[in-house]
């Protein structure tokens, strides 16, 4: 089980940023969204089946935690078990969550945008087809994806973290580290919050990429510690 945890805890990130570079590159994301609808759409349908295949692989990325969460609740074992167990729990909904923000573009985008570019739709179906795509975006996309998926993420890094400086399997100064990733990612889940819910908080917006970065690097650097033990 350490051996297999350790592969996927290396695996997941490595997944998760060529999928979002590869996103980057071929559709601009995620700085398309703040283009119009109608242009989000039209750049959606150049990109055809192989686009829509990409968010499809996207979106399987973040359903990789959800094992990983149950394997590293296995190989911390001798940490304390109700912080273990709430910690799978936390990871499994991480995984959930960020699926379900994701999963919209490969099965719902593909609809909008076909229909989007049909010469008889008039201007009332069109008004509907951005409003339903602006609203999916900021329950799916901010909501569920972002704000919850980094909640959980960072508590799920937490609670792993926690857990790690009770554990044997890997030294304590992984997990402290942990820590302070896991609460950096949840202050990015902050951006869309209370006053913030229109234009989003400019910190958390900026600080985001940067702790996905250190996060990425961190599960790498567990899973490598649990392969190699000192």
Same mark, same amino acid.
């Given at each position: 089980?350490?051996?297999?945890?350790?592969?996927?805890?290396?695996?997941?990130?490595?997944?998760?940023?060529?999928?979002?570079?590869?996103?980057?590159?071929?559709?601009?994301?995620?700085?398309?969204?703040?283009?119009?609808?109608? !242009?989000?759409?039209?750049?959606?349908?150049?990109?055809?089946?192989?686009?829509?295949?990409?968010?499809?692989?996207?979106?399987?990325?973040?359903?990789?935690?959800?094992?990983?969460?149950?394997?590293?609740?296995?190989?911390?074992?001798?940490?304390?078990?109700?912080?273990?167990?709430?910690?799978?729990?936390?990871?499994?909904?991480?995984?959930?969550?960020?699926?379900?923000?994701?999963?919209?573009?490969?099965?719902?985008v593909?609809?909008?945008?076909?229909e989007?570019?049909?010469?008889?739709?008039?201007?009332?179906?069109?008004?509907?087809?951005?409003?339903?795509?602006?609203?999916?975006?900021?329950?799916?996309?901010?909501?569920?994806? !972002?704000?919850?998926?980094?909640?959980?993420?960072?508590?799920?890094?937490?609670?792993?973290?926690?857990?790690?400086?009770?554990?044997?399997a890997?030294?304590?100064?992984?997990?402290?580290?942990?820590?302070?990733?896991?609460?950096?990612l949840?202050?990015?889940?902050?951006?869309?919050?209370?006053?913030?819910? !229109?234009?989003?908080?400019?910190?958390?917006?900026?600080?985001?990429?940067?702790?996905?970065?250190?996060?990425?690097?961190?599960?790498?650097?567990?899973?490598?510690?649990?392969?190699?033990p000192?």
């Amino acid at each position: 089980m350490r051996i297999a945890t350790g592969i996927l805890l290396i695996l997941l990130p490595i997944a998760f940023n060529v999928a979002f570079a590869a996103l980057a590159a071929r559709f601009s994301y995620p700085d398309i969204l703040r283009r119009p609808t109608t !242009e989000i759409l039209e750049r959606f349908r150049a990109g055809g089946s192989s686009l829509v295949l990409l968010w499809w692989c996207f979106a399987l990325t973040a359903v990789l935690l959800a094992p990983a969460a149950v394997l590293v609740a296995g190989a911390l074992a001798d940490a304390d078990a109700t912080l273990v167990a709430t910690g799978l729990v936390v990871g499994v909904l991480a995984a959930a969550v960020q699926f379900l923000g994701l999963v919209r573009w490969p099965f719902l985008v593909p609809f909008l945008a076909r229909e989007s570019a049909d010469p008889e739709s008039s201007p009332a179906r069109r008004e509907a087809i951005d409003v339903v795509f602006q609203s999916f975006n900021r329950y799916l996309g901010v909501a569920v994806g !972002e704000h919850l998926g980094y909640l959980f993420s960072g508590a799920w890094t937490i609670l792993v973290g926690v857990a790690i400086m009770q554990s044997a399997a890997v030294p304590w100064w992984i997990g402290l580290i942990g820590i302070l990733v896991g609460a950096l990612l949840a202050l990015c889940s902050l951006e869309f919050v209370g006053g913030f819910e !229109e234009r989003g908080w400019r910190l958390a917006g900026a600080v985001t990429p940067f702790a996905y970065i250190a996060w990425s690097v961190w599960l790498v650097g567990t899973g490598v510690a649990l392969l190699f033990p000192l």
